[in-house]
Structure formats: structure tokens, C-alpha cells
């Protein structure tokens, strides 16, 4: 099973700033992205899937995807303390529908 | 649109107990997929389900097994409880089979307690 990294944080930023959160993946065939957000005692949320190389734009949210470096990024503007939660990057992969990172905990300080 | 529906939202059992968890995906969803979550772990695939048969598997025990229905209705069963099947369990569903076409949304998740 190919593998899905992102570091674990604590990742902690003040309130109104840019958040960036990193995820890297093993598998070249990958074709789509996920980013997920989990709040402590509630299951995954989905808030970003990006295709194509580039940006894309949704909101506060600016998911990023560069295949050549097999890295994929999520921005965060406008950061609030109801961001504060753990973000999981997601990739299919094989048989896998999603192959999960360990998740990057964001926390932000108002 | 109602959710992904996961019954029940708790569940306590002692070792050697086997249990059914139960997941009712959105309307006009037809994949099902569950996985396991631990603080050490992470997400783990258990398995996938569509049109009523099984697509895929992850790497665990055969005392874990699930199944579909004709409305697309899934259980999971876990026999022979052990300690460390002690998680929270969740259910995605999906338009299609796996994500490429579409996302997975993920239901509120059974959390089980082995003792």
C-alpha cells in the first residue's frame, strides 16, 4: 500500500493568519486529492478535492497539487479559532477508495 | 439529504463477544466503505462494498467481515472480540465505486470498547 505523509503538528497560528498544511504521497498514478477535517470526538468532514495541477479556490480554502512533486498543500486564510481541529490528506490508491495520513493538528490562537 | 447513518454510536463489549455495526449510506449512494481509526494508527481500510459484493479489502483479520444489501445498507461484523479491536469505526459512502468520481462521506462512526 502506498503511503500518504503529513506532519503531525502541533501546528499553531494566531487568529487572522494563513495556515499551510503539507501532505506528500508515494503513489504516482494518484489522480485525485482529498483533504478532510476531523474535530476532536467527531469523524472525518470533507472540505477540499482537487483533480488538476494548479490551485484551487474554495472560500477560506486554497488546496494546491503538484504531481511532479507528488505534494499536496492545503492554505488556510483568515485563519479562526473554529479552524482549530486535525487535518487529514487523502489519496486513493490501488484498491484502496482512500489511503489516510496520520493527520496534521492545527491549533489556532486567538 | 440525510447522511451517513452509523448504529449505534456506542458500543461496549468484553473480550470474546462478537458485534454488528450497521451503516446507512446516503440516498442513491451505492459504495459503502469502512474503516478503523486509533490514536496510533491513523485510518485503516477495513473493506469496500458495492452492489451488494465486496471490491476490496484491507489487511486485516478474517474476523472482520461486513456485507451489503439490495438498498445499499451495510453491517460489519468483528468476531472474537480482542483489546485491541477497541476504536472508532466509521462508514463512507460514495456515488461510485471508490472515490475517483466522487468523495467519500464519512458517518458519525460507532466507537467500540473492548474490556
Known amino acids: 500500500q502506498k503511503e500518504v505523509e503529513q506532519n503531525s503538528g502541533p501546528l499553531s497560528v494566531p487568529e487572522g493568519a494563513i495556515a499551510s498544511l503539507n501532505c506528500t504521497y508515494s503513489?504516482?498514478?494518484?489522480?485525485?486529492f482529498f483533504w478532510y477535517r476531523q474535530y476532536s470526538g467527531k469523524s472525518p468532514e470533507l472540505i477540499m478535492f482537487?483533480?488538476?495541477?494548479g490551485d484551487k479556490e474554495d472560500g477560506r480554502f486554497t488546496a494546491q497539487l503538484n504531481k511532479a512533486s507528488q505534494y499536496v498543500s492545503l492554505l488556510i486564510r483568515d485563519s479562526q479559532p473554529s479552524d482549530s481541529a486535525t487535518y487529514l490528506c487523502a489519496v486513493p490508491s490501488g484498491n484502496t477508495p482512500l489511503v489516510f495520513g496520520k493527520g496534521t493538528r492545527l491549533s489556532v490562537i486567538a | 439529504k440525510a447522511g451517513v447513518t452509523q448504529t449505534p454510536r456506542y458500543l461496549i463489549k468484553t473480550r470474546g463477544q462478537q458485534v454488528t455495526l450497521s451503516c446507512s449510506p446516503i440516498s442513491g449512494h451505492r459504495s459503502v466503505s469502512w474503516y478503523q481509526q486509533t490514536p496510533g494508527q491513523g485510518l485503516q481500510f477495513l473493506f469496500e462494498y458495492f452492489s451488494e459484493t465486496q471490491r476490496n479489502k484491507g489487511n486485516f483479520p478474517g474476523r472482520f467481515s461486513g456485507r451489503q444489501f439490495s438498498n445499499s445498507r451495510s453491517e460489519m461484523n468483528v468476531s472474537t472480540l480482542e483489546l485491541g479491536d477497541s476504536a472508532l469505526y466509521l462508514c463512507?459512502?460514495?456515488?461510485?465505486?471508490?472515490?475517483?468520481?466522487?468523495?467519500?462521506?464519512f458517518g458519525n462512526g460507532t466507537r467500540l470498547t473492548v474490556t
Open positions: 503513489d504516482r498514478g494518484s489522480q485525485s
Open positions: 463512507a459512502s460514495s456515488l461510485g465505486q471508490g472515490s475517483r468520481y466522487s468523495p467519500l462521506h
Open positions: 482537487i483533480y488538476s495541477n
